[in-house]
């Protein structure tokens, strides 16, 4: 699903207009990019949590020449699903 | 752990953000939210944009031991949330300013600092500390000036780059430079431009000896078709010499057995016998198909012969009685309906040499 038909659905839910839809969902995105990025988890209730972690450096391997060469460190967004939301899907 | 920001913490930022009230933020999260359940549920996936995408992924089942008993158990699939975040936002991500990582970060920031300045510069800069350091130690100052004259060696190569011989003279001061530079490792400043500067002496190097190797092999090309010809042309000589030499003795020879010999004649309609039975072989030829089959991801044409052959070394059979919709027999496209022809016994029959050459035949035959 897209982010247009998300919106569209959840205009058929609320009382929102599409517009006000749309700005709402781009502030949140951007007030939890921000959060993310000053190192916060971000809480998403029902269906679970954001976090950006840090991948550590680690050794590499060329598959063709077998040559070693180390991958840096860096961070990367993890997301860990609610368990509820988790045993919900597993069976779909 | 990392600090949270708390479902209320969003929906109170959200409020004060877009000016609306704590409720109808409320509800929108709320709506949104189980919204994205629902699609994940029905679509299996959500893309949010400014954020990335929810995806529901499968896992396969699969076999497992138990590690107490040793027991073989089977876990089955099952579907995973996975979160795969937008290209923009995992660059910015990558980058990184957690909490974890900010000295981190200053340290990342100084060195795209220092790779922004000219290398000619940082070479400077880098034997002045050199030097400074040196005076620092209470070293005689002659040691300074060939550090600092080196670089200078270095500046010219930069700016002008010639082919191998100056690239080979450049790379022994750096030699030399590398042990005066060692008091220096205590200072990041001077070890990261050193380590950028090596690279580019290396793609320097590469460049060189692979324009090296593009001649040689232009070269190597341009003599074999030379070479090529003029050998043809004196095989071509050498063989209709040869030729003409054999029928003069096998007329000869026809003469001398004209004589007599009942038995030649025998071996000779023998030899006929074989030979025709090698042609016999050398046309691969069937009249009823087992099946056809559709090709799924990541079977083969040889896998195909052992399922209905026994053996995968009959594939040629199969990709001969495909020629018309396999080109290449190790580039076979998913999807492609096979055929799969009904084989003889003596088709199937590896301890016949005439069978093997037969499949030698098929396989190469384009």
């Known amino acids: 699903m897209l982010t247009k038909e998300l919106i569209g659905q959840v205009v058929n839910t609320t009382k929102l207009t599409k517009k006000n839809a749309e700005q709402l969902l781009a502030t949140t995105t951007a007030i939890m990019r921000e959060n993310l990025l000053a190192g916060k988890a971000v809480q998403l209730q029902g269906i679970g949590s954001l976090e950006m972690k840090e991948r550590k450096a680690r050794t590499i391997v060329h598959p063709r020449t077998g040559e070693r060469s180390i991958a840096p460190s860096k961070n990367q967004l993890v997301f860990k699903p609610v368990g509820n939301l988790k045993d919900e899907l597993k069976k779909i | 752990m990392a600090e949270k920001l708390s479902w209320s913490d969003l929906r109170r930022a959200l409020a004060a953000r877009a000016n609306v009230s704590e409720k109808e933020a409320n509800a929108f999260l709320t709506a949104l939210n189980a919204q994205i359940i629902e699609a994940l549920k029905s679509d299996k996936q959500v893309k949010i944009n400014g954020l990335g995408t929810f995806k529901l992924q499968a896992v396969a089942t699969r076999k497992s031991v138990n590690v107490k008993t040793g027991e073989e158990i089977t876990i089955e ?25 900010t000295e981190h970060r200053a340290q990342t920031d100084n060195a ?3 790779a922004d300045v000219d290398p000619i510069q940082k070479l400077g800069a880098q034997a002045e500390e050199i030097v400074d350091l040196l005076g620092d130690l209470g070293q005689s100052p002659k040691e300074e000036e060939p550090v600092v004259e080196e670089p200078k060696a270095e500046e010219m190569v930069v700016e002008e780059p010639k082919p191998e011989e100056t690239v080979v003279v450049v790379e022994q001061p750096e030699v030399s430079v590398q042990p005066a530079e060692e008091p220096v490792a205590e200072d990041p400043k001077a070890e990261e431009p050193k380590q950028e500067e090596k690279p580019k002496k290396k793609s320097h190097f590469w460049r060189d000896t692979l324009i090296c ?28 010499g040869i030729h003409e030499k054999t029928e003069m003795q096998a007329g000869e020879a026809n003469e001398d057995q004209n004589a007599v010999s009942f038995e030649d004649e025998q071996n000779a309609a023998g030899s006929v016998a074989t030979n025709e039975s090698d042609a016999e072989e050398l046309e691969f030829t069937y009249t009823k198909l087992i099946t056809t089959e559709r090709l799924t991801n990541g079977s ?38 096979i055929r799969v022809p009904q084989l003889t016994k003596e088709q199937l029959d590896t301890t016949n040499t005439q069978v093997i050459r037969l499949l030698d035949k098929l396989q190469r035959a384009n």
């Open chain 2, 300 to 337: 083969r044409l040889a896998w195909l012969a052992r399922k209905y052959y026994g053996s995968p070394v009959y594939w040629p059979y199969i990709y001969a009685a495909n020629r018309d919709r396999v080109s290449d027999p190790d580039m076979i496209t998913i999807g492609t309906a």
């Open chain 2, 213 to 240: 190797v593009v001649v040689l092999l232009i070269l190597l090309v341009v003599g074999y078709f030379f070479l090529r010809e003029q050998i043809s042309g004196w095989v071509d000589s050498i063989v209709n």
């Open chain 2, 112 to 114: 795209a600092k220092i």
């Open chain 2, 77 to 101: 699939g099952y579907n995973k949330v996975a979160f795969v975040p937008e290209a923009g936002v995992k660059e910015l991500v990558e980058k990184g300013s957690g909490t974890q990582s």
